[in-house]
């Protein structure tokens, strides 16, 4: 049986009567991204069930806002669903990386922006049902040009929004990324003076 390398649960769960308890479990998978792995599991109510799931390494997103207040997008090309897609700047966390050097590197990478104020917004699980992958949301400002220097094949545009635009976007179901929309309820709460970012300052 291979180890359980999933993450570790809450230390006080508020349902640990819903339970499954990991039997054993082997790696069906090994790629370049994803490890998927396929378990043998006990539920609460004592069936015996399958669970297959991705093992993920974690992402940043960040919602970049420029000075004139208009919101930072990209227009990206996604294999799997064989289409573009309107989101905000994303990637992965690489080994031991802190998720807020993540998001500041992918911010500039993919747009060519540097931000000297960054707010944590909290993290989001995207799939909850077949994958470890956790997203942590940051909100950026003092945004600064700088050089973009994407990876070989990383095909973007990038879009400035209103941020009135860019939630009339999400109304008409023009926008469906997963990230993306957790972070248009931020936006939304910002706009509406229900939530006060706690900046961090950061020097480029």
Not at 55 to 82: D, F, K, M, T
Not at 116 to 134: C, F, K, N, Q
Not at 179 to 185: N, Q
Request: charged content about 25%; overall charge negative; proline content about 7%.
């Amino acid at each position: 049986m291979s180890e359980d390398r999933r993450p570790k649960g809450l230390a006080c769960d508020p349902a640990p009567q819903l339970a499954e308890r990991r039997v054993a479990g082997s790696l069906s998978f090994d790629g370049v991204l994803l490890k998927i792995y396929r378990d043998e599991a006990v539920a609460a109510d004592g069936h015996c069930c399958v669970r297959e799931y991705t093992l993920h390494p974690g992402a940043s997103a960040i919602v970049p806002i420029l000075p004139n207040g208009n919101l930072l997008l990209e227009r990206q090309w996604r294999y799997p669903l064989n289409r573009s897609f309107i989101e905000f700047p994303a990637g992965k966390l690489d080994a031991g990386e802190d998720p807020l050097d993540c998001a500041s590197r992918e911010l500039q990478e993919e747009t060519g922006y540097l931000a000297t104020r960054w707010a944590r917004l909290g993290p989001m699980h995207p799939v909850i049902s077949y994958s470890t992958e956790v997203i942590h949301l940051f909100l950026a400002t003092g945004l600064q040009p700088s050089q973009s220097s994407r990876e070989a094949g990383e095909c973007l545009e990038v879009i400035e929004l209103k941020p009135h635009d860019f939630l009339a976007m999400v109304e008409a179901g023009e926008v469906s990324d997963a990230k993306t929309l957790t972070a248009a309820f931020w936006i939304q709460r910002i706009l509406s003076r229900q939530f006060q970012p706690r900046w961090i300052e950061r020097r480029v």
